[in-house]
């Protein structure tokens, strides 16, 4: 049988494309083994997807100034030497990265013994963690072309992002029996991301008054980061974090108010659902949800409102403005051209994996 090492882990994006891929990785006859960070959302979500799961010691890797840049580069090289052992003991026949800085000990363990890597850049352009990482990559998949063209001849090739099979086959009733909606009134899904957005929330909580008038409102909030005066408000239903009842609530859904990550929006982009782009800011990111969000915005695919213009008024309008064109958003979107990431991906892992 052969093996396989999955990694990456900080936020759900560098762990869903991964979950993605596993029964196909099953059909394979790949072993399957994950690493990741001791407590982060990976393992939760690992585990529950039935795989073997090893937390190693992480720092991360940040632009800017923190006393814990002085102390995370330690927790690095544990990382490391945890992950050497652990080559040593699981021996892969491949390692596949999704990114994030708790991949960066994997991939670097995993060239020391000469393991072919396979790296996933879902953004336009790469990350620190896989930055880092890249050197050491076999091949390298991509979301973009134009991220694909700045790497030599051979390596990377243009993939699109795992998308879970389940969100295709959501049921919009069972949407509204989950979040007891009493009305059918077009609705509206806001999330934020894994981990929620302070921002986004506070905006969609101010036009909520507004927005009731008109619409349901799903409001994936982030862990810890609900109003609890907002409970009970018709039309009106939060949660910190759905699972299994996401692909329901996609189905429901006519607008999505969403950050700009890549796997979130190359999600909204398979399922066809017109939508509306917050993408993180310069002082708080790198920028790749901008480059992200321009072009979805470029092709046609999204509204988007950068977060130093996100006010009330302009959420309210962009959500009147989406609903309006909806069909306009949906008809290109049917134009792109949609990828089988998945068995792109893992053909291209197997024809790489030590034979």
């Known amino acids: 049988m052969k093996k396989i090492v999955l990694t990456g882990g900080g936020t759900a994006g560098h762990v869903t494309p991964n979950i993605a891929m596993l029964p196909r990785l099953r059909e394979m006859g790949y072993d399957i083994s994950y690493i990741g960070t001791y407590d982060g959302i990976e393992k939760k979500l690992i585990e529950e997807a039935g795989v073997p799961y090893y937390g190693i010691s992480s720092g991360k890797l940040r632009r800017y100034f923190s006393l814990r840049n002085f102390t995370d580069p330690f927790r690095v090289i544990k990382g490391f030497r945890q992950a050497k052992k652990l080559m040593k003991k699981l021996q892969p026949d491949v390692v596949f990265s999704k990114g994030g800085f708790v991949s960066v000990p994997v991939v670097l363990a995993a060239g020391k013994r000469k393991i072919p890597i396979v790296i996933h850049e879902s953004d336009m352009t790469p990350g620190l963690a896989n930055k880092i990482a890249l050197p050491k990559a076999t091949k390298v998949c991509c979301n973009f072309p134009e991220t694909a063209d700045t790497f030599p001849e051979g390596v990377a090739t243009v993939t699109g992002t795992p998308i879970r099979q389940e969100l295709f086959h959501g049921n919009a009733e069972k949407g509204m029996a989950f979040c007891n909606f009493k009305e059918k009134r077009p609705t509206v899904l ?13 905006a969609v909580w101010e036009a909520l008054d507004q927005l009731l008038k008109e619409y349901n409102v799903i409001h994936i909030c982030g862990k810890d980061k609900t109003d609890a005066s907002k409970n009970g408000l018709p039309g009106y239903a939060q949660f910190e974090y759905v699972k ?3 692909a329901d609530l996609f189905a429901l859904a006519d607008v999505i108010i969403s950050r700009a990550g ?16 917050i993408p993180l800011s310069k002082a708080q990111s790198r920028g790749d949800q901008i480059l992200n969000a321009k072009s979805f915005e470029k092709s046609g695919y999204s509204k988007v409102i950068e977060e130093e213009n996100l006010t009330t008024a302009a959420l309210i309008d962009a959500v009147h403005e989406t609903f309006q064109k909806k069909d306009v958003y949906i008809e290109a979107m049917s134009h792109n051209k949609e990828k089988d990431a998945i068995t792109i991906i893992t053909d291209l892992i197997d024809s790489v994996a030590l034979k």
Do not use: D
């Open 190 to 202: 806001v999330i934020g991301g894994s981990t929620g957005s302070l921002a986004v929330n506070k």
């Open 244 to 246: 299994q009842e996401l």
């Open 262 to 277: 890549a796997n979130a929006i190359c999600e909204l982009l398979a399922l066809r659902k017109p939508n509306i782009l």
